[in-house]
């Protein structure tokens, strides 16, 4: 029988057995007769015990061996007393190594917590009783009221009980005292640890864990079943040669070397080591005339096309040429909706629907009807990622077809023509001084940011579907 209580500490699930078994290779080493701890016997009370050691003596030890502070040493020394490696002889309810003169002994290997023996709730009755007899009837408060409620519990068997307690009170009289006083203090410290006094922390007591940390695991069968569909799909994913794929490393290498400032130096001079600003002046956001590195890189990608705000807009123009620009302006409509504000979703939605979706829309976009089915469905419900699908469809449709045009376009061209070329220049100390004493404090960042909404309120202009009946009416007036 298994008795229940409000803390059991029959110590079902045992604690991890990596970290005992270090603590174990500490005990053994400061047990060696050469390089240990130096025991010597010790008067306690009218008693001598034998091979007793000091905390400070502990403490000496640990730091000397692993080169550690005052307090990891405490923290080392309190957790082998926690563990019951090493017992007190003086209070025997303070499970804490004492910098100091306290007394300890190391507890015998039978008592070691690796052993995995299951403190049983009989083996605990039969340890109350023997103290019951010895103290004759004048136990501790917690082991008063553990008894009662173990003697409640076993009563079918208290006879037994009291007849082992008896037999083993008899034999360990018949030691001598040192050995007497030396096996209560094994015995009390063992118990100490494994049924500890209410509202006190033991090391043993594992109860807040969710799954015993020794025991194999059970795995149940939704987690196989899951296995089994991701091995699956891993068969079934396309494997590139470890060639293939280092090749691809090497051009990506070469393709970005030049434009790599860890690789390549900045031109006409890094300005944060000459304290010269015009690296900062050529590469603005809205600059009128970009370098031959920055129209170079457009080239890359469509991707780095699109990153760059001045590649960008040159793309806007290549496409307000060819008469089809819908798909940018849907491209960044879906962009400013997935990063704009969560208030103005549902309106932003509306308007987008309206102005690409919708039957007859102003700038309606040429995508699959399955797509377009998805996208309108969602914009019942906005969302964020609404048009991630339509998206990806119109940013492979450019990707595929209107960025090679484009790089294929006079409009490039002309940009890689007109496009500055500054040389690298070497600044001498002494111009480096005076670079510094001459530094502009730089644009402002309100005044950037007034620059960028003004330029997203003309683009917004410049989206904007023309009324052709408007136009033609104008043009008759004239």
């Known amino acids: 029988m ?5 803390r059991d500490h029959g110590q079902h699930y045992r604690p991890r057995m990596e970290c005992l078994k270090k603590l174990e290779t500490i005990v053994v080493e ?11 016997e010790q008067k306690l009370n009218v008693t001598t015990i034998p091979h007793v050691i000091a905390g400070q003596d502990i403490l000496a030890w640990i730091v000397n061996k692993f080169k550690c502070t005052q307090e990891e040493a405490q923290a080392i020394g309190t957790m082998l007393v926690a563990y019951g490696y090493i017992y007190p002889l003086q209070n025997h309810k303070k499970l804490v190594l004492g910098p100091d003169s306290s007394l300890y ?26 103290r019951n007899i010895r103290k004759k009837g004048i136990l501790e408060p917690y082991e008063q009221e553990h008894y009662d409620h173990l003697h409640k519990w076993m009563n ?7 007849m082992q307690a008896t037999e083993q009170y008899k034999a360990v009289k018949e030691r001598k005292k040192p050995d007497r006083v030396v096996f209560d203090c094994q015995e009390r410290a063992y118990w100490i640890i494994n049924r500890p006094p209410p509202r006190t ?13 020794n025991s194999e695991e059970k795995i149940p069968y939704d987690q196989y079943r899951r296995q089994n569909i991701f091995y699956q799909q891993a068969i079934m994913r396309s494997k590139v040669k470890s060639s293939v794929s280092l090749g691809a490393l090497v051009k990506f290498v070469t ?18 080591l000459t304290e010269e600003d015009s690296y900062w002046q050529l590469n603005m ?45 849907f491209w960044e409509a879906a962009e400013e909706m997935k990063w704009g504000s969560s208030f103005a979703m549902a309106e932003a939605s509306q308007v987008i629907f309206k102005t690409f979706l919708a039957p007859g829309a102003p700038r309606w976009i040429n995508i699959d009807g399955r797509t377009m089915g998805l996208t309108v469905k969602g914009l019942d419900h906005p969302h964020r990622y609404v048009l991630d699908a339509a998206q990806t469809h119109v940013f492979l449709l450019m990707k595929k077809d209107t960025f090679f045009r484009y790089l294929k376009s006079p409009v490039y061209k002309e940009m890689q023509k ?3 070329d500054p040389q690298l220049h070497n600044f001498s100390d002494a111009q480096i001084e005076q670079n510094k004493r001459n530094q502009n404090p730089g644009i402002s960042p309100m005044i950037l940011w007034q620059q960028e909404l003004e330029e997203k309120a003309q683009a917004a202009i410049a989206a904007k579907p023309v009324d052709v009946k408007a136009m033609m009416s104008k043009i008759d007036r004239k």
């Open 2 to 6: 298994r008795i229940r209580t409000l």
């Open 30 to 40: 400061m047990q060696d007769p050469k390089s240990g701890v130096k025991g010597s």
């Open 105 to 130: 002994r190391f507890q015998t290997p039978y008592f070691w917590p690796a052993q995995k023996w299951r403190t049983e709730d009989s083996d605990y009755a039969i340890y109350l009783a023997k």
């Open 156 to 162: 079918h068997k208290w006879d037994f009980i009291v």
């Open 201 to 213: 922390h033991s090391a043993m007591d594992v109860l807040d864990r969710l799954f015993d940390p």
């Open 255 to 272: 393709t970005y070397k030049n434009h790599d400032p860890f690789l390549a130096p900045c031109s006409p001079a890094n300005p944060w």
């Open 285 to 329: 956001r809205s600059v009128e005339v970009p370098t031959k590195m920055r129209v170079e890189r457009w080239s890359f990608s469509f991707f780095e096309l699109l990153s760059d705000p001045r590649g960008r807009a040159d793309f806007k123009v290549f496409l307000k040429k060819e008469f089809s620009g819908e798909n940018l302006a």
């Open 418 to 420: 007109k496009a500055l």
